[in-house]
């Protein structure tokens, strides 16, 4: 890692973790990255640059670290910001999404009120994997009349296969750094 901070990318703000939470995981803790504040702003300025000049009607961010991020772009964007959220954490009327993880399924919630449609939305989260989580954020924003003009992360893992699922889906992708392996 280079000690000069004028020289360091995003990639090298982020800490990994061996064996978390699972042996065999090399986690990507994106905290380091968002406790320094050359880091976030260097991640949040690099996730707006592919959208300058493009309506962006809203935000939305995937649980839970995809909040900090959202809340932050939509704040530099002027807009809203939406939370899609674990099943049962939203207070209002909602519509649901399931969708696969490694072993069994989770749910994933939105309101039912907080997209229109035809906004133009950009989804926001630190790290794309399988894509599974992010699917079902499309679906859900989707299924409200939103148009996703695209799908912003920090890290993607691309022996996963996220970003080709969701390339799949007719979205556009954008990522600040890749890392090898789980």
Do not use: W
Not at 103 to 127: M, S
Not at 163 to 179: A, I, S
């Amino acid at each position: 890692m280079s000690t000069n901070s004028k020289s360091k990318s995003v990639k090298d703000y982020i800490r990994t973790i061996v064996d978390f939470p699972h042996e065999g995981i090399m986690f990507r803790d994106v905290t380091t990255l968002f406790a320094d504040p050359r880091g976030f702003r260097m991640a949040v300025d690099q996730m707006l640059h592919p959208y300058a000049g493009q309506r962006i009607d809203k935000v939305v961010g995937l649980e839970a670290r995809g909040f900090i991020l959202g809340g932050a772009i939509a704040h530099q964007l002027g807009t809203g910001f939406v939370p899609i959220r674990k099943k049962g954490k939203l207070p209002g009327a909602t519509i649901s999404q399931e969708y696969k993880l490694e072993y069994g399924e989770a749910v994933v919630e939105l309101h039912k009120d907080a997209i229109q449609p035809g906004e133009k939305i950009l989804l926001v989260d630190d790290l794309l994997a399988t894509g599974g989580t992010a699917g079902a954020g499309i679906k859900l924003i989707e299924r409200l009349g939103g148009e996703i003009i695209s799908c912003s992360f920090i890290i993607d893992l691309p022996e996963l296969g996220g970003r080709k699922l969701l390339e799949d889906m007719g979205m556009d992708v954008n990522v600040l750094c890749e890392f090898d392996g789980l």
